[in-house]
């Protein structure tokens, strides 16, 4: 098995104002993310022989999720995040991310982890498809 990973980089305010301490006020972020792209067959022939994916093909499709939604913008206000933690912005980048890549390869995509901070990250992975008998919670 062979995992790919492409880090992004983009400058963004956000505020949680439910929250207790000091991000209840508005603060910004240098954000950093990476796309982890998994698959276990490499490409044979052609420009991207013994490739799982050129990097190419996940910097066309992030990097106008980047620049259009994300870079220096305010977190609240972009459309679908919601809530704007970690958690839910590595959950929104993982299926916009999805929907960009070329329709072939989505389903490589296994995880994007967002780093808030130098010390601080959260990790969004592809979800586990249940089981067509699974009880449900």
């Known amino acids: 098995m062979f995992t790919l990973t492409k880090e992004f980089l983009f ?19 240098s954000w950093k993310f990476a796309v982890e792209i998994r698959g276990g067959v490499l490409r044979r022939g052609g420009s991207n022989h013994g490739m799982l994916m050129d990097y190419g093909v ?3 499709a992030v990097k106008p999720i980047v620049e259009d939604l994300l870079d220096h913008r305010h977190l609240n206000d972009v459309e679908g995040i919601g ?16 929907d960009a890549l070329p329709a072939d390869t989505r389903e490589m995509l296994h995880a994007i982890t967002v780093n808030e901070t130098c010390t601080c990250a959260c990790r969004y992975e592809q979800p586990k498809e249940e089981p067509a008998d699974a009880e449900q919670a």
């Open 58 to 60: 996940i910097s066309a």
């Open 83 to 98: 809530y704007p933690t970690s958690e839910r912005i590595a959950e929104w980048l993982f299926f916009k991310v999805r």
């Open 11 to 29: 400058e963004a305010s956000h505020v949680l104002p439910h929250h207790s301490g000091k991000c209840s006020r508005m603060h910004g972020h």
